[in-house]
């Protein structure tokens, strides 16, 4: 007896095991994504829809749920967020499946629809690449089902056909495979061919000496202390979070950089003339307005550019102008007040890092850094104009989500060594960590135990006022569960804030604790 014949009244063909249908389906979708990924590699600057999707999603998430996620994985957000637009697309794709197996036309129906509300959602991001992937997704789903049901729902004339069905299904299924694959696979090894690309640039470019070169670093600003990173942040290890999903490869070659806006004259400059224009280097610490208390999301460099101040200057910046925007590629903006500049801050526009031209992940060939100020308000990576504006006629991006114009980074201290939830041995134990309160400086750094006297740690040597300090405490550590905590004084006396609060609308706020085993 054959599996239709076996089937109960009213089940669909082939059996009540829909399987076969939305494997159908998942398997269609993941096709469609694949020759979508390729339509977006043939159409001249236009992104992958998946990216494309993403950065829809990163635009119009509420402030609460991203900072949470943020806050929860890091710099793992984006590739999480990826992976669920994908698992989306294939779930819903597996579901038109199971329609299909029994309501061949409704499926169709639903997969029409699915394109419309791709089309919708990639319109605002993509310009006119959308109605392209939309439809190469619709028709790649609509396919497979249509040779899906026609497969399984002819009937059967012999013993095996149920098996011959099946048989077919699986090899049209291989097919799909092997060109989403196919597909997925070009798409992903051109895009790290743009990467290479701009590595390739960049291992030729030779970076000037710079006009005003950083002091050097104290001998005494790392201590050596088993697990404290030490004070300048290698350029790999440095924190990366921004609102592009990938990252650009900005050909230097067709850059330039306009500042423009409210002012005199316009200045266009090529890479080659910003890097012929005198420079400064300086260290400066730069940190993630998400960064919560005691997080990672914060790190120092030396970085090197013409200073900004110059520039605004020569373009003849109007009095009313009094917002900094700085314009990535993409079109993502980053706005400051432009009052913050008026102490003299070694501001700049900065085209290397720690000795080396900036790494594509990081900026290449340009970005904005402007030491005490949050990244979301100042440091616009892959700069291409920066524009003097004001805040009713252009709102930055951040700024339009609700999040404070001041964008001043906040005084804070975290324990770095030992870990939380971790075990020392009783006695003598070394307590590490960092300061920070970028342009203000570090004055001093206390750390309690179980709640007791605040007792003052040992400062590392300084780098600047830009940047964090190191310090180490020695704890005469008694065997018991011990909690530590640890706040700083920046260098006139303040004292860091105990009030506990999440990053938005500013910062996060609150002194660094952690729990300790002595055995």
């Avoid at 005691?294 to 110059?310: E, F």
């Avoid at 309160?437 to 570090?442: D, E, I, L, P, S």
């Amino acid at each position: 007896m054959t599996v239709d014949e076996q089937a109960p009244a009213g089940a669909p063909p082939g059996g009540s095991d829909r399987r076969p249908g939305a494997s159908a389906g998942a398997v269609a979708a993941l096709c469609g994504l694949a020759a979508a990924e390729l339509v977006g590699l043939l159409l001249p600057d236009q992104p992958s829809p998946v990216a494309a999707v993403a950065d829809r999603v990163i635009a119009t998430m509420p402030d609460g749920p991203r900072e949470a996620l943020i806050s929860t994985v890091g710099t793992l957000d984006k590739p999480l967020l990826v992976l669920g637009i994908v698992a989306g697309v294939v779930v819903a794709g597996a579901v038109i499946g199971l329609v299909g197996a029994a309501r061949p036309s409704l499926a169709r129906a639903l997969f029409v629809v699915g394109g419309l509300v791709g089309y919708a959602v990639l319109w605002p991001v993509a310009s006119a690449a959308p109605l392209s992937y939309a439809l190469v997704l619709a028709v790649g789903v609509g396919v497979a089902l249509l040779v899906r049901g026609r497969l399984v729902s002819a009937p059967a004339q012999t013993p095996d056909s149920a098996t011959v069905s099946r048989r077919a299904v699986l090899t049209g299924t291989g097919v799909l495979v092997a060109a989403a694959a196919i597909g997925l696979g070009a798409a992903a090894v051109v895009r790290r061919g743009g990467s290479a690309a701009v590595d390739k640039v960049r291992a030729t470019l030779r970076i000037p000496a710079p006009t005003e070169p950083a002091a050097a670093v104290p001998a005494g600003a790392s201590p050596a202390v088993a697990g404290l990173a030490p004070a300048v942040t290698p350029s790999g290890d440095f924190y990366r979070i921004d609102t592009a999903l990938g990252t650009p490869a900005v050909d230097v070659a067709g850059w330039s950089l306009t500042v423009g806006g409210r002012v005199d004259r316009t200045i266009t400059l090529t890479y080659d003339q910003l890097l012929a224009r005198p420079s400064i280097e300086r260290y400066v610490t730069l940190a993630c307005v998400s960064n919560g208390v005691g997080g990672d999301l914060v790190g120092n460099a030396r970085w090197q550019g013409v200073r900004l101040a110059d520039l605004l200057a020569e373009a003849g910046a109007h009095d009313d102008a009094d917002l900094v925007v700085g314009v990535a590629t993409d079109g993502f903006t980053a706005g400051f007040p432009r009052s913050v500049l008026a102490d003299g801050r070694d501001a700049m526009v900065a085209y290397a890092m720690n000795g080396e031209p900036l790494p594509a992940e990081h900026g290449f060939p340009a970005r904005l850094v402007v030491p005490g100020l949050y990244g979301y308000v100042s440091a616009t990576k892959w700069l291409q104009e920066i524009r003097l504006t004001t805040l009713s006629d252009d709102t930055p991006f951040w700024l339009a989500r609700g999040w404070a114009a001041d964008g001043s980074v906040q005084s804070a201290s975290r324990i770095d060594v030992p870990r939380d939830g971790t075990a020392v041995r009783a006695g003598q134990v070394v307590v590490a960590g960092r300061a920070w309160h970028q342009h203000r400086g570090v004055g001093g750094v206390e750390v309690s135990v179980d709640g007791l006297a605040w007792q003052p740690a040992t400062l590392a040597d300084a780098i600047g006022t830009d940047t964090w300090r190191l310090w180490t405490w020695t704890w005469d550590a008694a065997v018991g569960q011990h909690r530590l905590r640890v706040r700083m004084r920046d260098i006139d006396g303040a004292v860091q804030s105990g009030d506990v609060h999440d990053p938005f609308p500013g910062a996060s706020s609150g002194w660094h604790t952690i729990d300790v085993q002595v055995d």
